[in-house]
Every structure is written in structure tokens, then in C-alpha cells.
């Protein structure tokens, strides 16, 4: 989603895909385009970082095929920082002509249509007339991933319409070049009511004042950047959501029945009427409430205990814990020399043994490998 010197807004196919996880999180980027908050602070995520060099190189590999045969290919890769209507338009227009021109292969191909922008990975040229001559093109998108997922579809359907604007035709079929190596071909009309609905409700939201959603917790959340905001929040609210194993429909049933945090959940009678929950399901329900409510407060309680001062009759402990204590150190001491005298020898002892001034009561015990005291 992105804000233009115009102040219009242009949508992409990751807006679709933000759609369609989490309602929370297209009003957040919607505020974020029109300035009414801040971009959340860049996540240090190595696993995030690993992946999207994976999906880079995968790419570099799928340009290194398609092209092996070819006569070259046209790189737009390079035409970034497009963020006024006028660089939209250009890149379109250079995408177009490269298209014109029957380029076997276009790479990162810029499609703006002035509402909705696409950037597909590559543009293949095939042996079906259009508008372009006696060729038209087809999608190719790559993904790390080893089957399709509705996000998927979704993309590809979004950057087929912006194609069809150009050449006249869209397209019968799109790719998916997965990370396992093989190729997945998506029959377009397949999905197109399916992708026109989902399209429609994605624009009435942005064209309709923003509205209060919850960052109710989603699968999305694993590689949101917003995550750690939204677990901010919801641990802020003791949200019913921290109850491990309360499922949405269950939350919404106990909010309906005046038990909206887990506290309130927590300290709920057991024979509280619980309807429509069952009363199975309710009980189990409170009981881990309990459980969780009790476990933070003996961890509270820990967590005071541990910064408060030492009494005098705790600091031994401590420092036996660090390896300092005195009695630990004659222990010590002790367990070396009858260690040295098991297996080889020193003279028997039958008197108190003394260390460093201190006498400890223990006697040696005579050898214990056949040796004999001369």
C-alpha cells in the first residue's frame, strides 16, 4: 500500500494477502499510508533474513534456467524507488514497449493500471496473438514454498489483470515456480469470482473511514512485524486469548457471558451458567484460567523475593551457589586428598587430618590396590 505525491493511495498484491490474514493489520498499514502512526520499528529476525535470501537466490537460479536458451531477457529489476504516479506510469510504459518488442523473457516487469501496481518476477512469452503480435505473455512467480496457497492465486490474479490492460487478453493460465524445483500451472478462471470478490471488499475498506478492529491473534502473526505490538497489547488487556486453548468462538461466548480478561475468567464460580459454551468445556476453560492466573502470581511473587537484599543466613547459600563458601571449599579439599590416596598409594592415617589450620575429624582410609604399608 502505498501513499502517492497525489494523495491517492495505490494497492499491491501483498495488500490482498494482508486482507485476507488479519483485518487488524490492513487498518494498521492503511494508518500507516495515510500518516496517522508510526512504521513499526524493523524486527532483528536472522530466521526472516534466511529466508528471504533463500527466496532471492531461488529466483537467481529460475532466471538462470528460463533464460539459458534464450537470447537474452529484459531486467526492470533495477526500477525501484517508484513512488510518485509519474514513475509508475513511465515504468509501465518501458514495461509495455519490452513487451511490444517480444522480449522472450521480462524480469521484474513493473504492470500499474492507477489504482492497483504489480511487479512480477517474470513475464514468458508464449505462441498466443494478442494485441502484441502473434505472442502474448503468461505469469511466472516464484515461491519457497512447496504447494500453492490462496495468497498465491491471488498474486498471480492481480498481476494477469494488469497484463491483460496491456496485451489485450488475459491470460488462460499463470505459474508457480516452487522451491522443491517444480512447476505449478493455475487455471485463472477458476478463481476469478472468488479473486473479483475478495478484490471489491479490499477497496471498500480503504475507501471507507478507518475502522476499530482488535489484533485478535492469527496465523499471520509468525511473521507479521507487527507481532510483538499486537502480544503487547493483548497481555496488557489479559486478553482471553492468553488462555491457552480458548479458540475464537469461545472467547466471544465468554465475553457474551461478562468474563472478558482472564482474571475475570479465572475467578468465575465453577457452576457459573456458561451457555452456549457446554459446561465440559467451560470448566476445563476456567480450570487452565486458574492454572495461569496462579502461576503469574507465584512468579511475581519469585521475581520480588529475588530483589530484595539477602539476609545474613541466605548469603552462604549464595555463595556456596558461586563456589566461595568456605564450607564448600574444605569439601572440596577433603574429597581431593582421599581421591589421591584410592588407588596408589600414600601412607595410611589414622589421626584427624588438619588443612590450612583446620582439622577436620576425617581419617584415611589404607590403600586399596593390594598395596601394603611398609
Request: glycine share 6%; with cysteine; proline share 6%.
Amino acid at each position: 500500500m502505498l501513499k502517492l505525491d497525489d494523495d491517492t493511495l495505490v494497492l499491491a498484491a501483498t495488500d490482498l494477502t494482508n486482507h485476507l490474514a488479519c483485518p487488524h493489520l490492513i487498518q494498521q498499514r492503511l494508518a500507516i499510508a495515510r500518516g496517522e502512526r508510526a512504521k513499526p520499528p524493523p524486527a532483528d529476525d536472522p530466521h526472516a533474513d534466511l529466508i528471504r535470501s533463500r527466496g532471492e537466490e531461488h529466483e537467481r537460479n529460475v532466471l538462470a534456467q528460463l533464460t539459458a536458451n534464450q537470447d537474452g531477457y529484459v531486467d526492470f529489476s533495477g526500477n525501484d524507488g517508484l513512488h510518485t504516479r509519474k514513475a509508475l506510469l513511465r515504468a509501465a510504459a518501458e514495461a509495455a514497449e519490452a513487451m511490444r518488442a517480444g522480449g522472450p523473457v521480462i524480469y521484474q516487469a513493473p504492470l500499474f493500471n492507477g489504482r492497483w501496481q504489480g511487479r512480477a518476477d517474470f513475464l514468458r512469452r508464449v505462441a498466443t496473438p494478442s494485441n502484441l503480435g502473434a505472442w502474448s505473455y503468461e505469469v511466472l512467480d516464484t515461491k519457497l514454498a512447496r504447494d500453492a496457497k490462496p495468497e498465491y492465486v491471488h498474486q498471480l490474479s492481480v498481476y494477469s489483470e494488469l497484463l491483460a490492460l496491456v496485451q489485450g487478453r488475459e491470460p488462460e493460465f499463470a505459474h508457480l515456480l516452487l522451491g522443491d524445483g517444480s512447476t505449478l500451472t493455475i487455471e485463472l478462471r477458476r478463481y476469478a469470482a472468488l479473486h473479483r470478490y475478495v478484490v471489491n471488499q479490499l477497496e471498500t475498506i480503504v475507501d471507507a473511514p478507518r475502522c476499530h478492529t482488535y489484533p485478535e491473534p492469527v496465523a499471520h502473526c509468525k511473521v507479521c512485524a507487527l507481532a510483538a505490538e499486537c502480544d503487547a497489547r493483548r497481555r496488557a488487556d489479559d486478553h482471553l486469548s492468553l488462555v491457552a486453548g480458548a479458540r475464537r468462538d469461545h472467547r466471544e461466548r465468554l465475553i457474551e457471558i461478562g468474563l472478558p480478561t482472564v482474571r475475570a475468567l479465572a475467578d468465575a464460580s465453577k457452576s457459573k451458567d456458561a451457555r452456549p459454551l457446554r459446561p465440559e468445556r467451560f470448566q476445563l476453560l476456567h480450570h487452565q484460567a486458574a492454572l495461569q492466573v496462579s502461576r503469574a502470581t507465584l512468579v511475581s511473587r519469585f521475581t520480588v523475593t529475588l530483589s530484595q537484599p539477602l539476609r545474613p543466613d541466605m548469603r552462604c547459600c549464595r555463595r556456596r551457589a558461586q563456589g566461595t563458601c568456605s564450607s564448600t571449599l574444605k569439601a572440596t579439599r577433603m574429597s581431593a586428598m582421599a581421591a589421591s590416596n584410592t588407588c596408589g598409594g600414600g601412607a595410611s592415617q589414622t589421626g584427624p587430618t588438619t588443612v590450612r589450620g583446620h582439622t577436620t575429624g576425617m581419617r584415611r582410609r589404607p590403600p586399596l590396590c593390594g598395596s601394603s604399608t611398609l
